[in-house]
């Protein structure tokens, strides 16, 4: 597979991180960088091209919303064709160590392999990961280059999660949002009939969906979830009374919490060590 491996134990520097619209279309520059050039696609699109490892026929890459392209420093790219007029992108240039992926001396298991072309449309979180480095890059903070380190590791992550994790099919996609809306609201306990509403289906199609996925109800799953949370609450929390906690994590009271808490741990939450 052509591509980079990225480091992240180790830190990269970011040179420049911008946001460019092109009124006018323009083909990509012919040039050879000795950084790494990063490109999202926010609109249009653009034909872009980067010779392989070892030289040859150059490899031709077309952008559209959503799209990542990772250019490797030290390889020669370009474009022949103007990006459509409008074309936006948000732009990192990248210094630090890379590593072309299909080399026959496979990079040591701390790098992170990333293909060339990542199709990053259904991955939000890489685009606010990409907007979040270049509004850093244009602050004035002691803290600047801290973060733009951070922000860019987790990028790479992102990057790694949308090239690797498969595409959730509708369904699992439902479960998410509705598993995302539950750790949200610990404090709240929701009937089946309030979160069905809530997601505009029946009950019995919640249901039906969520146990699927998830192998229990979503009573069971909130059950679950919020004594795991009080455990580590009570644990992280040793002064805090029962009382509260139930209120935090949406118990009627202490008694309701510590009969189910000991259902499930064997042990009343008063014990703070429980199994």
């Known amino acids: 597979m052509d591509g980079t491996a ?3 134990s180790v830190p990269y ?6 946001h460019n619209t092109f009124v006018t279309g323009i083909p990509h520059p012919n040039r050879v960088m000795e950084d790494h050039d990063l490109i999202y696609l926010l609109e249009g699109e653009w034909e872009i091209r980067q010779e392989p ?3 040859g026929e150059p ?3 077309t952008l559209h919303e959503g799209d990542v392209l990772i250019l490797e420093a030290g390889r020669h790219h370009d474009g022949l064709r103007p990006c459509r007029d409008g074309t936006r992108t948000v732009y990192l240039h990248v210094h630090g160590p890379g590593h072309a992926a299909d080399s026959a001396d496979m990079p040591t298991p701390s790098f992170l392999p990333l293909g060339t072309f990542l199709p990053c449309r259904r991955s939000p979180e890489v685009l606010r990961l990409f907007e979040a480095i270049a509004e850093q890059f244009a602050a004035v903070s002691p803290l600047r280059e801290t973060r733009l380190s951070a922000l860019f590791q ?5 990057l790694w999660d949308a090239e690797h994790t498969p595409v959730p099919s509708p369904n ?3 479960v998410q949002n509705v598993v995302r809306f539950l750790q949200e609201n610990p404090h709240r306990f929701f009937q089946q009939k309030e979160l069905a509403a809530h997601f505009f289906v029946c009950e019995k199609t ?3 969906r969520f146990s699927a996925v998830m192998g229990e109800t979503p009573c069971q799953f909130q059950r679950k979830y919020r004594l795991e949370a009080v455990r580590a ?8 009374s029962l009382r509260q906690a139930a209120a935090n994590f949406g118990f009627c009271d202490e008694f309701h919490l510590s009969k189910a808490y000991k259902q499930r741990y064997g042990v009343s939450p008063g014990n703070r060590h429980a199994p």
């Open 6 to 8: 990225f480091d992240p």
């Open 13 to 18: 520097e970011i040179r420049e991180a911008y």
């Open 53 to 55: 490892p070892g030289g």
């Open 59 to 61: 490899d031709c890459y």
């Open 154 to 158: 987790l990028l790479l992550a992102a």
């Open 172 to 174: 699992e996609e439902f």
């Open 206 to 208: 919640l249901s039906r």
């Open 233 to 240: 609450f009570l644990l992280s929390h040793p002064d805090v």
